[in-house]
T-cell receptor, first 113, second 114 residues
Framework: QKEVEQNSGPLSVPEGAIASLNCTYS??????FFWYRQYSGKSPELIMF????GDKEDGRFTAQLNKASQYVSLLIRDSQPSDSATYLC?????????????FGQGTTLQVKP | NAGVTQTPKFQVLKTGQSMTLQCAQD?????MYWYRQDPGMGLRLIYY???????DKGEVPNGYNVSRLNKREFSLRLESAAPSQTSVYFC?????????????FGPGTRLTVL
C-alpha cells in the first residue's frame, strides 16, 4: 500500500461546479497535510495546509481532514478553466520535524467551459 | 527576489557520466530539499538539509550525493548517471522543516540519461 494515495483521474467537471479531490494516507501518526497545485510543465505551488480535524476554508478552496478515517480532501467551489491542473496531496508523516513530505501521485483536474 | 533558482533547465547525459545540479534560494530559508518527479509517481524526496551544515537521506537517495554549500545553495550530484535517473528534478526550500512551513519549489531540471 502506498503511503499517500490519490486517484490519478482525470477528474472532469463543468465550469462553475464543485470539484472534489481526495487523498488517503497510511501513517496514522501523520501531523500535517498539504495541497499543492502543479500546472503542466511547471513546479508545484502550495494551495493550502491543514493540521486539525475539520474544515479549513480559503477563498474558493476548502480543505477537509479526518484523521480517524485517514483522509484529506480538497474542494474547489465555482471551478474555473484556470483551475485545470494536477493537484498533489502531501503528508508530513509520523514523528514530524523529520524534513520529509510524502506526496501522492496527483489528481489531474479538467474544468470544461 | 528570484525565489528558488535551478541550473541547468535541461540536460542530456550518457550512461556513466557525472553532473551536478545547482540550486540556490534568496529567501533566507533554513531548510532545502531535492525531489525527483516521474510520471505517475508524484514527487519523491531524494535528500534534504534541515539547516546549513546538515544533510539527510530521503526516500530515494541511492545514486545521488548532496552538498549544502552555504545557507543559500544546495547541490545534487550524480556520480555515474543511469537511465533510471531520467526524471524531472525539483529543488525546494522552506524557512524551517515542513511540518509547519510552506515549501517553495524551483522551476525544475529536466534530465535525460541515454
Amino acid at each position: 500500500q502506498k503511503e499517500v494515495e490519490q486517484n490519478s483521474g482525470p477528474l472532469s467537471v463543468p465550469e462553475g461546479a464543485i470539484a472534489s479531490l481526495n487523498c488517503t494516507y497510511s501513517d496514522r501518526g501523520s501531523q500535517s497535510f498539504f495541497w499543492y497545485r502543479q500546472y503542466s510543465g511547471k513546479s508545484p505551488e502550495l494551495i493550502m495546509f491543514i493540521y486539525s480535524n475539520g474544515d479549513k476554508e480559503d477563498g474558493r478552496f476548502t480543505a477537509q481532514l479526518n484523521k480517524a478515517s485517514q483522509y484529506v480532501s480538497l474542494l474547489i467551489r465555482d471551478s474555473q478553466p484556470s483551475d485545470s491542473a494536477t493537484y498533489l496531496c502531501a503528508v508530513n508523516p509520523g514523528s514530524s520535524n523529520t524534513g520529509k513530505l510524502i506526496f501522492g501521485q496527483g489528481t489531474t483536474l479538467q474544468v470544461k467551459p | 527576489n528570484a525565489g528558488v533558482t535551478q541550473t541547468p533547465k535541461f540536460q542530456v547525459l550518457k550512461t556513466g557520466q557525472s553532473m551536478t545540479l545547482q540550486c540556490a534560494q534568496d529567501m533566507n530559508h533554513n531548510s532545502m530539499y531535492w525531489y525527483r518527479q516521474d510520471p505517475g509517481m508524484g514527487l519523491r524526496l531524494i535528500y534534504y538539509s534541515a539547516s546549513e551544515g546538515t544533510t539527510d537521506k530521503g526516500e530515494v537517495p541511492n545514486g545521488y550525493n548532496v552538498s549544502r554549500l552555504n545557507k543559500r545553495e544546495f547541490s545534487l550530484r550524480l556520480e555515474s548517471a543511469a537511465p533510471s535517473q531520467t526524471s524531472v528534478y525539483f529543488c525546494a526550500s522552506s524557512r524551517h522543516l515542513p511540518s509547519t512551513d510552506t515549501q517553495y519549489f524551483g522551476p525544475g531540471t529536466r534530465l535525460t540519461v541515454l
